[in-house]
């Protein structure tokens, strides 16, 4: 296909409520929306790049400026045979995964609409279904968070993640636990401990945890090692994970027991399918992580999600989670048994609302 005209755009979203983990407070959500058009077709993608580098090194400003300036001249007036040669002609950049992952989507869903083929069967997804659970921030008081789990839980989602940090951990998890004795139950520490902690660490064994998300360095995966060795929660890894090479040396080294992909953090669909499957070699379970993706994103990850090993809940989220009024047309709602569908229609199989996405749009730039 000849990539004719590529659109970016710089949106800004208000969140329904703030969202605080160990890294900060949000209370909207900036990312970019790219739009490819191709022989009278149109793709869309969600790169997650945040405002501010906390999460990941790249930011919207950095994502933009390398879109512009390298990624979107390697694609655009090419005519593509298909994703991987995008990939190849994207390869000379390093780094940038967030940047390339979007670009990426928005490929993705152009090509799989000219077969006429939803994303989840492009990816070779298997189920029609994504078991989902919810992921909480930081509340102000454990009262508040009680209340929160149970609203969330009342709307139907099975599976709670709780964000923690230190001093926001063990009496937290043990108040929860007492309130709720038998839900799945995970926590989120995004890298705010460190090895020494670990006897703190080893305290979170009581509370018949699902799993422990990235407790330790962002960049690390020895001290998960240790640490997996001497805690009997399972240790699971996020921000650790940056690629196919990084995900095997984890699995090597025994890093984690468990693995949250994203698209956004790996550099595209095509990596993640790729983890998912070394994964599976490894009898590592993977569930799909979340960016607080607008109703584009989460089209996409509903369709990774559908592949075989994403066992476990997805951080994906029915409509009104995170955001009042969408960017697409087609809603999500929470089914009976805390699942969301996979979209089956062409490509990421959901309509954007123009209108409302030109009204949240900070910067829109267009090349042909
Ligand atoms: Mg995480």
Redesign the pocket.
Known sequence: MKIERIELRHIKMPLVAPFTTSMGTDLDVEHIIIRVDAEGLTGWGECVAEAAPFYSGETVTTAWHVLQDFLLPAVLGKKLSGIDQANDFMARVRGHRMAKAGLEAALWDVFAKSRNASLATMLNGTKHTVAVGISIGMQPTVAELIRRVEAFRAEGYAQVKIKIAPGNDIETVKALRREFPHIPLQV?A?AAYKLSDIALLKKLDDYSLRLI??PLHHEDLLDHAELQRQIATTVAL?ESICSLHTARAACALKSCRAM?IKPGRVGGLSEAVRIHALCAAHHIPVWH?GMLETGIGRAANLALASLENFTLPADIYADGRHYSEDIVESPCTLNADSTLNVPTGPGIGVQVRLARLEQVTATREVFC
Request: aromatic share 0%; charged share 45%; hydrophobic share 0%.
């Open positions: 989120d995004n998300e990235q996020d949250n992580g």
